[in-house]
């Protein structure tokens, strides 16, 4: 118990260090003195370097996803919960630099425990996506293929992170392209239109 309280103290304190120095010119000793002890006895808890910024990304990452799942609703119709995920995605995930610079805007040293940090991240995010479509299935929303369809909304969506398309009309365009294509047309809408059409070309 005393080592996870330990290890939670060095993670929020190496926080503002990596967001300070940047993953690179971060070193164990700034790290250790941020948490109050030597480089000497970081080793108890983390092997390296590497292991305690995969640890802290894993551990941003946790935060983000909680806070970021509220904010979508996901009591919301999938439709209305995804386009959330796609538009709002962007600008929430700015609110955890260390992540954000992480992912997106630093060319790390990609070492195993920061590439399997990133595997897991990756993972969690499509999981969330995988959820959502899978209740938009259920209650008729969108077409089948879950797995395809997160893969990709994923892609998209943490494509739009970092590049020109930031606007949220621009994004807001876009959601509704993507989940318009994903829809499930209605049946009975579909039938009743093609009635109608025969009726009027009967009176005709």
């Known amino acids: 118990m005393k080592k996870d309280i330990v290890r ?3 993670m929020q304190n190496a926080i503002q260090v990596f967001e ?6 971060t070193t164990l000793d700034d790290l250790g003195r941020a948490a109050g002890m030597n480089k000497t006895s970081l080793y108890y808890y983390f092997k390296n370097k590497d292991e305690l910024y995969a640890e802290v990304l894993l551990n941003q990452f946790t935060h983000f996803s909680e806070a970021f799942s509220k904010r979508i609703n996901r009591k919301n119709s999938s439709k209305s919960a995804l386009k959330n995920f796609i538009c709002e995605k962007p600008a929430f995930i700015q609110k955890y630099p260390l992540l954000y610079k992480a992912k997106y805007n630093e060319n790390n040293t990609v070492s195993e425990p920061i590439q ?9 995010e499509i999981q969330l996506l995988k959820e959502l479509l899978s209740k938009g299935i259920k209650n008729e929303e969108f077409k089948k293929e879950t797995d395809k369809l997160a893969l990709s909304l994923y892609v998209s969506s943490d494509a739009f992170v970092f590049s020109e398309v930031t606007g949220s009309k621009d994004l807001d365009i876009f959601a509704e392209f993507m989940l318009n294509g994903l829809a499930k047309k209605n049946e009975k809408s579909a039938k009743k239109k093609k009635d109608n059409s025969g009726e009027n070309m009967d009176e005709a």
């Open 8 to 10: 939670e103290k060095i």
């Open 20 to 25: 300070t120095f940047g993953f690179e010119k």
């Open 116 to 124: 399997k940090a990133f595997a897991k991240i990756k993972k969690a």
